[in-house]
């Protein structure tokens, strides 16, 4: 199943960078390109999540579960990979139930951060991968940078639940004040 693993991971990796490029050429680019851009967009999503899917099944057969939690990387590759799949879950219901109107105004601005903070995650779920499978890269000097050492720490920082407890609450004002100008 290793080589299987080693495939498969390909598809979401590839479509969540596809995913993400789209989203901020819909927001920033003028005319066709931007056009085009958003009309692929929940395709390229729907089949990110497949192979996402994939991905984590066969992931799961990789090493017996013992094996995968005694590792603190794999934990984190393990926890990373779910927060991706969480992410661009959101952003699919959301361009999804959306429609043409996902790019409308300030609602470009959610697409555009959620985009980018899935671009982390989705790095760092492939670079821990990478670890674990003998081909380590510089992107885990970052993650050093944030306190984060990729062999032995299995915490999220508290500064990350902090940012990710404001973006969540700055997300959830900015609904409730955009449905109240929409009435
Ligand atoms: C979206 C989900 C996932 C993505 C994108 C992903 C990505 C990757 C990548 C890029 C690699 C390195 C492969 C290579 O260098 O060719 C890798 C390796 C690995 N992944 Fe995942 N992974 C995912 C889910 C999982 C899950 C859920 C598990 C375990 C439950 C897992 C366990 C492993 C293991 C054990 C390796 C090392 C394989 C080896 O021995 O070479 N992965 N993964």
């Given at each position: 199943m290793t080589g299987m693993h080693h495939m498969l991971v390909h598809f979401p990796e590839a479509f969540w960078a596809l995913a993400t490029l789209l989203i901020l050429v819909g927001a920033f680019l003028p005319g066709r390109m931007a056009e085009l851009s958003r009309a692929a967009l929940l395709p390229v999503l729907v089949l990110s999540l497949l192979g996402a899917l994939a991905s984590i099944v066969s992931g799961s057969l990789v090493w017996p579960l013992e094996a995968n939690l005694a590792s603190p990387m794999v934990r984190n590759h393990i926890l990373m990979a779910l927060w991706s799949l969480g992410l661009y879950a959101m952003l699919t219901v959301l361009v999804w139930r959306a429609?043409?109107?996902?790019?409308d105004g300030a609602r470009r601005w959610v697409l555009v951060l959620l985009a980018l903070i899935g671009g982390l995650l989705f790095a760092t779920t492939g670079t821990l991968g990478g670890h674990l499978a003998g081909a380590p890269t510089r992107f885990s000097d970052l993650l050093r940078l944030t306190?984060?050492?990729?062999?032995t720490t299995f915490y999220s920082p508290l500064w990350v639940i902090t940012v990710m407890v404001l973006i969540g609450l700055a997300c959830g004002a900015l609904g409730i004040m955009t449905r109240r100008q929409a009435r």
């Open positions: 429609g043409d109107a996902a790019f306190g984060w050492e990729v062999y």
